[in-house]
Nanobody, 121 residues
Framework: QVQLVESGGGLVQAGGSLRLSCAAS????????MGWYRQAPGKQRELVAI???????KYADSVQGRFTISRDNAKNTVYLQMNSLKPEDTAVYYC???????????????WGQGTQVTVSS
């Protein structure tokens, strides 16, 4: 089994910054994509940012230029630096990863438990 544990959420004023971290642990042979999704009350979960193991990244239009995703492959950890936060960024942020436990097993998609980010106006 693979576990994803997020940290770094909290309450911040508009214009402020937060940095989220997500560490993957367990029986891991390789991780392909790692990313962040968010879900605000009454809304569907949406992609925030994703980084592939080779380095390519993708961002939601709403966070482009304000958020930066990065990854430490040696630590199986993904980060999300969030700057110029807006009240509409308020949501539960979930870590996501495609991981395989051995060369003979397929990639499986895993989710973290989520961390709350609240941006006050």
């Amino acid at each position: 089994q693979v576990q994803l544990v997020e940290s770094g959420g909290g309450l911040v004023q508009a214009g402020g910054s937060l940095r989220l971290s997500c560490a993957a642990s367990g029986s891991i042979f390789r991780i392909n994509a790692m990313g962040w999704y968010r879900q605000a009350p009454g809304k569907q979960r949406e992609l925030v940012a994703i980084v592939i193991s080779g380095g390519p990244t993708k961002y939601a239009d709403s966070v482009q230029g304000r958020f930066t995703i990065s990854r430490d492959n040696a630590k199986n950890t993904v980060y999300l630096q969030m700057n110029s936060l807006k009240p509409e960024d308020t949501a539960v942020y979930y870590c996501n990863a495609d991981a395989r436990r051995s060369l003979l097993e397929p990639f499986i998609n895993y989710w973290g438990q989520g961390t709350q980010v609240t941006v006050s106006s």
